[in-house]
T-cell receptor
Framework: GNSVTQMEGPVTLSEEAFLTINCTYT??????LFWYVQYPGEGLQLLLK?????DKGSNKGFEATYRKETTSFHLEKGSVQVSDSAVYFC????????????FGSGTRLLVRP | DTAVSQTPKYLVTQMGNDKSIKCEQN?????MYWYKQDSKKFLKIMFS???????INETVPNRFSPKSPDKAHLNLHINSLELGDSAVYFC?????????????FGPGTRLTVT
């Protein structure tokens, strides 16, 4: 079946540290991949996406590369800020008529000053 | 302008009551969704409508009934509320075109059943 596995949190970092949040997926065919972010008390916002192998999505200093050989879409940022504290969700979109998004369990990031 | 809006933002009610949550989008999208997020932040799709037609109906108790009067609105009615229904419910919308389509989420409705 289709699934997304994320590293468990919370991930606690100091400001300006390097961030990696791991995400791997299982899917048939070639899904599209997404990272969503949920700030405290808010809904989910799309952070970045990639629609085919080797694509790199990037936004607000965050990056993730669609790696088909390792079925991964790890999220990275070179220097985190306190304002990046949030829950990050990796997701895949099935390439069939269901148009479902399948989410990982979310990873909470805490950035300390 | 709010793209996807939900009302109410907070809903506190007693077991056994019936309640509704409303969702509206002004993005011109043709597909809308309801998600449930539990206390551990796990997010799961419940329903999806495309052009007022139900296209996704996950394993959800039949106490939950979505209604889509038009493409811009998707409401969720819940009968006989139970403690386990306490969660945050998110509405989302998207355009059902292309590989890289994205879903836009509303701010959520926090439902507390006492």
């Amino acid at each position: 079946g289709n699934s997304v596995t994320q590293m468990e949190g919370p991930v606690t970092l100091s400001e300006e540290a390097f961030l990696t949040i791991n995400c791997t997926y299982t899917a048939t065919g070639y899904p599209s991949l997404f990272w969503y972010v949920q700030y405290p008390g808010e809904g989910l916002q799309l952070l970045l996406k990639a629609t085919k192998a080797d694509d790199k999505g990037s936004n607000k200093g965050f990056e993730a590369t669609y790696r088909k050989e390792t079925t991964s879409f790890h999220l990275e940022k070179g220097s985190v800020q306190v304002s990046d504290s949030a829950v990050y969700f990796c997701a895949l979109k099935r390439m069939d008529s269901s148009y479902k998004l399948i989410f990982g369990s979310g990873t909470r990031l805490l950035v300390r000053p | 302008d709010t793209a996807v809006s939900q009302t109410p933002k907070y809903l506190v009610t007693q077991m056994g009551n019936d309640k509704s949550i409303k969702c509206e989008q002004n993005l011109g999208h043709d597909t809308m969704y309801w998600y449930k997020q539990d206390s551990k932040k796990f997010l799961k799709i419940m329903f999806s409508y495309n052009n007022k037609e139900l296209i996704i109906n996950e394993t959800v108790p039949n106490r939950f009934s979505p209604k889509s009067p038009d493409k811009a609105h998707l409401n969720l009615h819940i009968n006989s509320l139970e403690l386990g229904d306490s969660a945050v419910y998110f509405c989302a919308s998207s355009s059902r075109v292309g590989r890289g389509y994205e879903q836009y989420f509303g701010p959520g409705t926090r439902l507390t059943v006492t």
